[in-house]
T-cell receptor, first 108, second 114 residues
Framework: EDKVVQSPLSLVVHEGDTVTLNCSYEVTNFRSLLWYKQEKKAPTFLFML????IEKKSGRLSSILDKKELFSILNITATQTGDSAIYLCAVRDNDMRFGAGTRLTVKP | DGGITQSPKYLFRKEGQNVTLSCEQNLNHDAMYWYRQDPGQGLRLIYYSQIVNDFQKGDIAEGYSVSREKKESFPLTVTSAQKNPTAFYLC?????????????FGAGSRLTVL
């Protein structure tokens, strides 16, 4: 059965901490893996990863994909309260399958 | 500004009533999607449409219906047959290009059945 599993489901840190969010997947026809940030309502796109070992970076956020081990990580350095959100991992095969999300809370 | 508009944002209904959630996009996207989001669960696909007048069932289509009469519009009806309709509903769209994977989401509609 195709699935996308994110961990941890919930995480509480303090400003300035570095966090690593995990996403593992099992799909039959992998095309890409995407990360979204959902602050209040609409998820917004962060990264799309298609190749192993190539880091995508945007400011304090970065992500990398391992197609051999079937997982991706999302790193956030020097966290800020504005990083508090649900982070969704999605894998595109014939459909788009989402994980349950990681709820990140950054305390002042 | 281009985007996806969902309405209403909040909706309350009694059991046994059908409700229709609106989704309109002005991005000229061919494909549109409806997802359901429940606490602790990932987004689950209800229906999707890749072209006008055509749509396909997703993983949890039972108790829902859709139409795609116009490219810009993809309304979702939650029927009385849906056993647990209280949830947050997200509409999304994308280009039809097979290499295009990024979904653009609306702000969602929260349905509460009393």
């Amino acid at each position: 059965e195709d699935k996308v599993v994110q961990s941890p489901l919930s995480l509480v840190v303090h400003e300035g901490d570095t966090v690593t969010l995990n996403c593992s997947y099992e799909v039959t026809n992998f095309r890409s893996l995407l990360w979204y940030k959902q602050e209040k309502k609409a998820p917004t796109f962060l990264f799309m990863l298609t190749s192993s070992g190539i880091e995508k970076k945007s400011g304090r956020l970065s992500s990398i994909l391992d197609k051999k081990e079937l997982f991706s990580i999302l790193n956030i350095t020097a966290t800020q309260t504005g990083d508090s959100a649900i982070y969704l991992c999605a894998v595109r095969d014939n459909d788009m399958r989402f994980g349950a999300g990681t709820r990140l809370t950054v305390k002042p | 500004d281009g985007g996806i508009t969902q309405s209403p944002k909040y909706l309350f209904r009694k059991e046994g009533q059908n409700v229709t959630l609106s989704c309109e996009q002005n991005l000229n996207h061919d494909a549109m999607y409806w997802y359901r989001q429940d606490p602790g669960q990932g987004l689950r696909l209800i229906y999707y449409s890749q072209i006008v007048n055509d749509f396909q069932k997703g993983d949890i289509a039972e108790g829902y219906s859709v139409s795609r009469e116009k490219k810009e519009s993809f309304p979702l009806t939650v029927t009385s047959a849906q056993k647990n309709p209280t949830a947050f509903y997200l509409c999304a769209s994308s280009t039809k290009n097979p290499g295009a994977n990024v979904l653009t989401f609306g702000a969602g509609s929260r349905l509460t059945v009393l």
